[in-house]
């Protein structure tokens, strides 16, 4: 699978996720957002330490400089709703901005850089790079909870 085809799965499989969320109720809601949490924590880590520096040319930095600042905002939520129960009152708000802002970062991603990096990378390098992608994810979930490293990450947006 590609880099960008890797994306776009983990895409889709979040926004499955927020769907299921929005129905749940109590500790099911707390699971699906664990859920979310480590996913958008691993798809974050990869595209910060191996999609956006291997993807940066004049054509890109804007749009990577927007993408690592969108990514500071979905972590400092994240780290907020890793404290509350999902019983508090801003739990279902909090949810739903995220949501909103993961839903607006992958309109960005997909409408606007994937089409710019797939005219700089070529189909080789885009598989070569999904690959290390790929298992820099696998490593991230295999060490369990990737959730627990996002409050340690909300001070400032990751270089590029």
Known sequence: MDAIELLETQHEEVKQLFKKCEKARGESKR???EQIADALAVHASIEEKHFYPATKSARTEDLLQEAVEEHL???RIIADLL???PAEAQ???KITVLQEQVEHHVKEEEGDLFPQVKKLLSKDQLEDLGLVMEDAAEEL???GAP???VPGETGEAAPI
């Open 141 to 143: 979930e295999s060490g």
């Open 91 to 93: 739990f279902d708000a």
């Open 83 to 85: 404290d509350m129960d």
């Open 31 to 33: 699971q699906l957002f």
């Open 147 to 149: 959730r627990a490293a």
């Open 73 to 75: 905002s979905v972590k």
